[in-house]
T-cell receptor, first 112, second 113 residues
């Protein structure tokens, strides 16, 4: 069945450093991959997405990399700030499947 | 503010009871998704509606049901509640049948005692 998993449940980085959050997926038919950020007490917030025919996409301070060969997705956050502390979820959606499947989540903690 | 409104924010009820969670999507969004999030867990997809019709179903229990009304708001009904149903229930909306940028509400925290 479909599943999206994360390599690490927690990640601590120093403020100002770059963060890399990884995700593995199993459904090779997935068409889109999305990263969400969930702060404490809030709903998930869209960060960036990437289509399966791309291998890299950049946003503001974030970059998503997609390696379809090994079914791996990563989110890179440049110059992490205290406000980046949150749980990050990767999610995938397959064309026609409609449902957005979320992974377990990685808790990112920023150390001052 | 995502534009998605969920009510109530908190709900405490007893086992065996039935509750209704409500979601108002962003203005103009046709798709509504429901998710369940248990403590320190990921988001489990329950069900999706598009313009009033059920589009996709996830691991939704038979005790749970949902619908989307003509005005596009949606309700999630949970019946014969069990302690294990205690969780955060999120609603999300998006503009199309397949839109990756789904906007989430603040969630309803359900506690079953």
């Amino acid at each position: 069945g479909e599943s999206v998993g994360l390599h690490l449940p927690t990640l601590s980085v120093q403020e100002g450093d770059n963060s890399i959050i990884n995700c593995a997926y199993s459904n090779s038919a997935s068409d889109y991959f999305i990263w969400y950020k969930q702060e404490s007490g809030k709903g998930p917030q869209f960060i960036i997405d990437i289509r399966s025919n791309m291998d890299k996409r950049q946003g503001q301070r974030v970059t998503v990399l997609l390696n379809k060969t090994v079914k791996h997705l990563s989110l890179q956050i440049a110059a992490t700030q205290p406000g980046d502390s949150a749980v990050y979820f990767c999610a995938e959606i397959g064309w026609g499947a409609q449902k957005l499947v979320f992974g377990q989540g990685t808790r990112l903690t920023i150390n001052p | 503010d995502s534009g998605v409104t969920q009510t109530p924010k908190h709900l405490i009820t007893a086992t065996g009871q039935r509750v209704t969670l409500r979601c108002s999507p962003r203005s103009g969004d046709l798709s509504v998704y429901w998710y369940q999030q248990s403590l320190d867990q990921g988001l489990q997809f329950l069900i999706q509606y598009y313009n009033g019709e059920e589009r996709a179903k996830g691991n939704i229990l038979e005790r749970f049901s949902a619908q989307q009304f003509p005005d596009l708001h949606s309700e999630l009904n949970l019946s014969s509640l069990e302690l294990g149903d205690s969780a955060l229930y999120f609603c999300a909306s998006s503009g199309g049948r397949l839109n990756t940028e789904a906007f989430f509400g603040q969630g309803t925290r359900l506690t079953v005692v």
